[in-house]
C-alpha cells in the first residue's frame, strides 16, 4: 500500500475513531433500566447500630410473685418492671424490709405511709417525696452526654421529669453514663385513695426552679400553714430548697399534675404525670408509683372488681430544638437565657412522639398490651403533648367511662374506636376481648396509634412514635416481643434507621427495587471502546501532524 493511501485512510478512520468516542463517552449521569441495578453501600458496616430487640436483662421480673406480703401480677412484657420497686410502692418504704429497699433505687424517705385513721385496713396518711431529674443532658467533664436515656435507638433528647426521691448513683453503674431504670420517662403515675391525706414534697436538686400543680385534683388553694398549695408560677421551689403541698382528696378519678414554671417550656421538658385517685375501699393498698406507666401489676381493690388487667398509657411529645437546649451548655444562666428568651415555642414543633417514655420499637418493649381472650382491661390514657392524640385501636371498639376523672353513667358512655384526646386530658377506657365482632375481631398482634399522622413518627421516620401492639398472649416469644414480626424488627432495631442513613425497605428481595440508589457500578464495556476509540483518534492525529511536519522540513 503506498504511502498517499495509507494517509487517505488515516484521515477517514480519524474522525471515525472520534464519533466512536463521542458515542461512548461516559456521561454525568446514566439512565436506568426498567428494573433499577443492585445498590451499593456507600458506608462502612456499624454492628454497633443493631440492637438486640430484647435485651432479656431481667426475666425473672416477668413472673407473678409475692414480695413482703404484696401479690404483684405477671408481667409477660420484654421489659418489665422491678418488682422490688412495685412492693414499696405499694406498701412504702418504711413498711418493706431492708432487703427489698436495697433492690430498688428508692431513699428510705421517698414514700411513707402510717396512721389507719378510718380502720379499714389501709394506711391513710402518705408522704410522697419528688425530685427533678435531669436526662441526656450535657457533662461538665467532657463532651458527653450524661444519665443518658434512649427513647428509640439511638435517639436522646433532653428530658427533665420528675421522680422518687432515690438513693445511691443516679448511674446504673461506675462504667456507665446510662440513667439507672427509676430515672426515666414519664414522670411515675401516682396513685392515692381517696380520702387520703396525702403530703408531697418536692425536693429540688435541679438548678431551675419548678413546682408541682395538682391539674384536677381536690386541693385546697393554701396549705393549713397559709402556704401556697396550687403550684403556681408565682410561688415557685427555687434550687435546693423544698416544699409540700397537702391534699385530701373526696374525688376518685384519672387526674394530672405538671410543673408551672415557665409551663411551656417545663411541661414539655417532661414535667407532667398523670395522677390517680382510687376509690376508698377495705384493705386497699395501692400501687403509689407507676415508674415508666404502662401495666399496674398491683391494681386497687376497686378495680380488681370489675377489670381482669389495669395499664396506664401516657402520651408525650419532644420539640428537639427545645430538648437541645441542655446539650449545649452546663450554666444554669445560659440555659436560663436560651430557654426562656431565646427560645420561641409559637415557633416550634414536635418532632419525637413517645407512649410511656419510648417511641417504636421501644414502645414494643414495655408499652405492650398484653390480653387474653374474654377479658376486661381498664386503660388510663393522658395526653401530654401539644396537639390532639386520637387513639385508634385496631381490631376492637373501647367504650368510655370517664372524662378528666368524671365518671359518666351508663346511658352517657360511649363506644368508638378513635378517642380524640385534648392536651392534658383524660380518658378512662373499658376495652373488652369478647370475640363478637364489635368489642374484638378475635386474637391478634393488633396496632394502636395515635391517628393523626405525626404521632407514628420520629423526627418524620416511620415507623416511629407512639405506634404499640395490643397483643394477645398466644402471639408473644418467651420475651415478649410479637411473633411474625421478624423482618421489621430487625430493620427497625437499628440506629443507623431513624439517623436516617438506612432505606426503608433496605433488606430482603425488595432491596434492589426499592433500597438506596447509591452507586451504580461503572459500564466498563463503554469506557473500553471509548478509550480505545479515543486514543487511536488521538494517535492518528499525533501521527498525521508529525508526518506534516517532516514534508515541512524536507
Not at 462502612?44 to 406480703?69: F, L, M, Y
Not at 418536692?202 to 398549695?229: C, R
Not at 396550687?230 to 427555687?238: Q, T
Not at 423526627?459 to 410479637?482: F, H, R, S, T, V
Amino acid at each position: 500500500m503506498s504511502k498517499r493511501y495509507l494517509l487517505l485512510l488515516i484521515l477517514l478512520a480519524i474522525p471515525v475513531l472520534a464519533a466512536v468516542a463521542v458515542y461512548f463517552a461516559p456521561t454525568s449521569s446514566q439512565k436506568a433500566d426498567i428494573t433499577p441495578p443492585a445498590t451499593v453501600f456507600n458506608r462502612s458496616a456499624e454492628t454497633v447500630a443493631v440492637e438486640k430487640p430484647c435485651s432479656n436483662e431481667h426475666p425473672e421480673w416477668r413472673q407473678a410473685q409475692v414480695i413482703d406480703g404484696v401479690e404483684i401480677n405477671e408481667a409477660p412484657s420484654c421489659e418489665p418492671d422491678n418488682p422490688y420497686d412495685i412492693a414499696a410502692a405499694v406498701k412504702g418504704t418504711n413498711n418493706v424490709s431492708m432487703q427489698t429497699l436495697m433492690q430498688t433505687h428508692l431513699a428510705q424517705d421517698a414514700l411513707t405511709m402510717t396512721d389507719d385513721v378510718d380502720g379499714d385496713g389501709d394506711p391513710d396518711i402518705i408522704r410522697i417525696k419528688l425530685e427533678v431529674v435531669e436526662l441526656n443532658g450535657a457533662s461538665p467533664d467532657g463532651d458527653f452526654l450524661i444519665n443518658t436515656y434512649d427513647i428509640a435507638p439511638g435517639i436522646q433528647p433532653g428530658l427533665w421529669v420528675f421522680a422518687p426521691k432515690s438513693s445511691g448513683m443516679a448511674l446504673k453503674n461506675f462504667n456507665s453514663l446510662v440513667a439507672n431504670p427509676l430515672l426515666r420517662a414519664p414522670s411515675p403515675v401516682i396513685r392515692v385513695e381517696q380520702g387520703d391525706k396525702v403530703y408531697i414534697t418536692l425536693e429540688n436538686t435541679h438548678y431551675l426552679p419548678h413546682t408541682i400543680h395538682l391539674h384536677g385534683v381536690d386541693h385546697s388553694w393554701v396549705t393549713a400553714a397559709g402556704d401556697d398549695n396550687d403550684g403556681m408560677e408565682e410561688h415557685p421551689v427555687f434550687p435546693g430548697k423544698s416544699h409540700t403541698y397537702e391534699i385530701q382528696p373526696r374525688h376518685a378519678g384519672t387526674m394530672f399534675y405538671h410543673c408551672h414554671v415557665q409551663t411551656a417550656q417545663h411541661y414539655m421538658m417532661g414535667l407532667n404525670g398523670m395522677f390517680i385517685v382510687e376509690e376508698n375501699q377495705p384493705n386497699n393498698w395501692v400501687q403509689t408509683f407507676n415508674i415508666g406507666a404502662g401495666q399496674v401489676r398491683h391494681p386497687a381493690v376497686a378495680v380488681q372488681k370489675s377489670y381482669s388487667k389495669e395499664y396506664d398509657l401516657y402520651y408525650q411529645s419532644v420539640d428537639k430544638k427545645l430538648a437541645q437546649i441542655i446539650q449545649g451548655a452546663n450554666d444554669p444562666r445560659l440555659i436560663a437565657h436560651r430557654m426562656s428568651r431565646e427560645y420561641n415555642m409559637t415557633e416550634s414543633f414536635e418532632n419525637y412522639f413517645m407512649l410511656n417514655g419510648h417511641s417504636f420499637p421501644y414502645t414494643l418493649r414495655d408499652a405492650v398490651v398484653v390480653a387474653n381472650g374474654n377479658e376486661d382491661i381498664k386503660l388510663h390514657v393522658a395526653n401530654a403533648q401539644r396537639s390532639l392524640v386520637a387513639l385508634h385501636i385496631h381490631g376492637h371498639k373501647a367504650t368510655i367511662t370517664a372524662y378528666d376523672g368524671v365518671e359518666q353513667p351508663a346511658a352517657a358512655q360511649i363506644t368508638r374506636d378513635v378517642f380524640d384526646i385534648a392536651p392534658a386530658q383524660r380518658l378512662d377506657l373499658r376495652l373488652r376481648t369478647q370475640n363478637n365482632g364489635l368489642d374484638s375481631y378475635g386474637p391478634g398482634l393488633w396496632m394502636f396509634h395515635d391517628h393523626v399522622p405525626t404521632g407514628t413518627t420520629t423526627d418524620g421516620m416511620e415507623p416511629g412514635g407512639n405506634m404499640a401492639i395490643l397483643a394477645y398472649k398466644p402471639l408473644l416469644d418467651e420475651q415478649g416481643m410479637p411473633l411474625m414480626h421478624d423482618a421489621l424488627l430487625d430493620q427497625v432495631f437499628n440506629k443507623d434507621y431513624y439517623a436516617k442513613k438506612q432505606a426503608v425497605w433496605a433488606e430482603g428481595d425488595f432491596a434492589p427495587l426499592l433500597g438506596e440508589a447509591g452507586l451504580i457500578a461503572p459500564d466498563y464495556v463503554r469506557i473500553i471502546i471509548f478509550s480505545l476509540a479515543a486514543g487511536l483518534a488521538i494517535g492518528l492525529i499525533i501521527v498525521m501532524a508529525l508526518v506534516y511536519k517532516r514534508k515541512q522540513k524536507l
